[in-house]
């Protein structure tokens, strides 16, 4: 069974950064592609970014394209979402998420196979 814990959501001012991370349990972090999804409140969860096994390969939701950064520490399990620029609108709770393949950087909730329980990012205006 794999677990997922994010951390370092809080709150922050408009124009703010924060950076979050994901740490996975068990020894298949390297060999699967993982990604970021959201969800803000009376809204559906959203995907954010993903990323391939090796790192060299990303994918944005036009959102947060520029703005955030998604990328990996395979020696260490844990994945990162590195937030610039943040807005209002980023306002959510912020989930990692571990896909079933080893290829791909998909967009839908159904590739993904474990979630952690998210970490809540609010920013102000």
């Known amino acids: 069974q794999v677990q997922l814990e994010e951390s370092g959501g809080g709150l922050v001012q408009a124009g703010g950064s924060l950076r979050l991370s994901c740490v996975a349990s068990?020894?298949?972090?390297?060999?699967?592609?993982m990604g970021w999804f959201r969800q803000a409140p009376g809204k559906e969860r959203e995907f954010v970014a993903a990323?391939?096994?090796?790192?060299?390969?990303?994918n944005y939701d036009d959102s947060v394209k520029g703005r955030f950064t998604i990328s990996r520490d395979n020696a260490k399990n844990t994945l990162y979402l590195q937030m610039n620029s943040l807005k209002p609108e980023d306002t959510a709770v912020y989930y990692c998420?571990?896909?079933?393949?080893?290829?791909?950087?998909?967009?839908?909730?159904?590739?993904?196979?474990?979630w952690g329980q998210g970490t809540q990012v609010t920013v102000s205006s």
């Open positions: 998420a571990r896909t079933s393949r080893a290829a791909g950087l998909p967009v839908a909730e159904v590739a993904y196979e474990y």
């Open positions: 068990g020894r298949t972090f390297s060999r699967f592609s």
């Open positions: 990323i391939s096994i090796s790192g060299f390969s990303t």
